[in-house]
Structure formats: C-alpha cells, structure tokens
C-alpha cells in the first residue's frame, strides 16, 4: 500500500535553533519527492522538489535530502524563525504521467518559540 | 510563478443549503484542476479532478451529485457543495499545476495551491 508517513506530529523549538523533518515513503514507482510549507488556514507552499537521482536540494534556510534507497527523505531547517511556524507536508508522486497520483502525508506541526 | 485564488475564504451555512466555491489560475490557464478536502490535524485528501471542457473525475468515496464541479473555462472552476450538511465542514483547497497539461505531479511541474476555502455548516 502506498503511503507516506512523517515524523514527528509535532515538533516545538526555540528561535534560532535548528530542526529535522522526517518523512518516510513506501510509494513506488517513485517519481519525486516534495516539501510543502502549510501556514494555519493557508494552503499549501511548495518548498523543494527532488527526483530520484537527487540527493539533496536547499531553498534558503530550508535543505530537503533524498535517500531512494531506504525511501526516506528529510527537512533540515537551519535557524529557526517565529514565521517557521507551520505544519510541514511531505508529498510523493508516484509517476510523472498522466496515471501519476500524489500521496500526502499529515504533516509535522513546528511550532517556533521566543 | 502560477498564483491561484480562491473566493469565498470562509463560508458559514445552514444545513441543507447549497455553498459554491470558486478557484481561479491568476496567471495560467489551467487545463486540469484539483479539489482536495482538508480535515484539522489531518493530511489533504483529494477529492475530484475538474478538466476544463469535460466531467471531473471523482476520488472513490466522494459524490459527485453532493459535490458538483465545473470547470467552463481555463481560469476558473468551481466546487458546489450541494445540500450540505455538518460532517461537511472542512477546509477545501484547490490546486493547479504549472504544466497544467498532465498536472501528475511531474518533476518539471510546480503546484499550486490556492489560500483554501473554510466551511462551516451549521
């Protein structure tokens, strides 16, 4: 069964520390792997994307990693801010054609504290 | 990049009343759009694809006579929760893609979620 599971639900931190997102997919085939940044009452903000033969790909302070081995992926946040304050969403694809479908997971909720 | 929008942002009804929710591709014309249903603390569920010119395609589980989608042109289709009632307050969020063409979640294709829409029924 395909799914996608992430950990952990919820994650509370202090501004400015660092933080790990982890996501883990049993989806196959497998055609890329997505980060999303969800905001209370907002919709969806995509993050990265990365394919199978990428390993790891940084959009600022955020750097998503890819291991398609063991199918797992992680968000590294570097420097945490008030606004990181989100629910974070790991979404896998599993083709890129017009069959594909894309499997979401139910997010880790970061809370960013003073 | 591809902006989508969303109108009302937030809609309380009675029950037994019928809500109509737009989504617009701001700067796209979007071929294929998506309709997803987001329950709290939970993960987004889609719901139907709408394709611009025909039916839309229903997740198994979802009623298309309770849940009626239009998509008459490329910027804008809309969702009609028809006689709606409580178990149907949700969060509903639609999407595009950038390719619009396929919108199967390619690598090459960015997706686009609108500000979502909350529903309340009472």
């Known amino acids: 069964k395909n799914q996608v599971e992430q950990s952990p639900q919820s994650l509370i931190i202090l501004e400015g520390k660092n933080c790990t997102l982890q996501c883990n997919y049993t989806v196959s085939p497998f055609s890329n792997l997505r980060w999303y940044k969800q905001d209370t009452g907002r919709g969806p903000v995509s993050l990265t994307i990365?394919?199978?033969?990428?390993n790891t790909k940084s959009n600022g302070r955020y750097t998503a990693t890819l291991d398609a081995d063991t199918k797992q992926s992680s968000l590294h946040i570097t420097a945490s801010q008030l606004s990181d304050s989100a629910s974070y969403i790991c979404v896998v694809s599993d083709r890129g054609s017009t069959l594909g479908r894309l499997y979401f997971g139910r997010g880790t909720q970061l809370t960013v504290w003073p | 990049g591809a902006v989508v929008s969303q109108h009302p942002s937030w809609v309380i009804c009675k029950s037994g009343t019928s809500v109509k929710i737009e989504c617009r591709s701001l700067?796209?014309?979007?071929?294929?759009m998506f309709w997803y249903r987001q329950f709290p603390k939970q993960s987004l569920m889609l719901m139907a694809t709408s394709n611009e010119g025909s039916k839309a395609t229903y997740e198994q589980g979802v009623e298309k006579d309770k849940f009626l989608i239009n998509h008459a042109s490329l910027t804008l289709s809309t969702l009609t929760v028809t006689s709606a009632h409580p178990e149907d307050s949700s969060f509903y969020i639609c999407s595009d893609f950038q390719n619009g063409g396929s919108a199967s979640g390619g690598p090459e294709e960015t997706q686009y979620f609108g500000p979502g829409t909350r529903l309340l029924v009472l």
């Open positions: 990365m394919t199978f033969s990428e």
């Open positions: 700067d796209f014309q979007a071929t294929t």
